[in-house]
């Protein structure tokens, strides 16, 4: 199976600033990755497939980039709303797996 | 406008059995890879079994390999997940989800498996 381990498992930031989660498969996925946001108690909100592509409204300040091994989410000028636990997930080869999940937490 | 309703979930004893459904409205289910990802209280996402693109391959996480059953009614535009030989670590709430780079999520349904 491909192991996901994204980093750093929590990060604290302020409104207004730009963060940068990474996510390392432990095998070579090209660009089958995705990223997710998730709030308490609600479902996932898909951000971006094929590493860097934005789903169908998500906004610009997210952006994707990476191929094979490394991958990054940018979330640019933080609003309160982007305070939440992101995941990436590989759909290279079954099993999908997901990363072990970024708390990105106000400061 | 796409949308999934899960339901099937509850409380069942171990051992037991349980039958998620996923009703699909605003596409064709069978046009795409459909995945059930379940999440335990406090803990991150777990990919739990998918169809591929076209529906000719069924694929499980080995933690669930030979207890769950992923199925579709094409007609009823309905996704299935059976569940046996229930285990208190399947306590989750199970989410479908459309597409192999995951676009939409239902909003999940909640099994407890307790005695």
């Known amino acids: 199976d491909i192991q996901m381990t994204q980093s750093p498992s929590s990060l604290s930031a302020s409104v207004g600033d730009t963060v940068t989660i990474t996510c390392r498969a432990s095998h070579g996925i090209d660009k089958s990755l995705a990223w997710f946001q998730q709030k308490p108690g609600k479902a996932p909100k898909s951000l971006i497939y094929?590493?860097?592509n934005l789903q169908s409204g998500v906004p610009s300040k997210f952006s994707g980039s990476g191929s094979g091994i490394d991958f990054t989410l940018t979330i640019s000028s933080l609003q309160p709303e982007d305070f939440a636990t992101y995941y990436c997930?590989?759909?290279?080869?079954?099993?999908?797996?997901f990363g072990q999940g970024t708390k990105l937490e106000i400061k | 406008e796409v949308q999934m309703l899960e339901s099937g979930g509850g409380l069942e004893q171990p051992g037991g059995s349980l039958r998620l459904s996923c009703a699909a409205s605003?596409?064709?289910?069978?046009?795409?890879?459909m995945n059930w990802v379940r999440q335990a209280p406090g803990k991150g996402l777990e990919w739990v079994s998918g169809f591929s693109v076209g529906g000719a391959n069924t694929n499980y996480a080995d933690s669930v390999k030979g207890r769950f059953t992923i199925s579709r009614d094409n007609s009823k535009n309905t996704l299935y997940l059976q569940m046996n030989s229930l285990r208190v670590e399947d306590t989750a709430v199970y989410y479908c989800?459309?597409?192999?780079?995951?676009?939409?999520w239902g909003q999940g349904t909640l099994v407890t498996v307790s005695s």
């Open positions: 997930q590989q759909y290279s080869n079954y099993p999908y797996t």
């Open positions: 989800a459309r597409g192999s780079g995951i676009s939409h």
């Open positions: 094929l590493a860097s």
């Open positions: 605003g596409f064709i289910l069978s046009n795409y890879a």
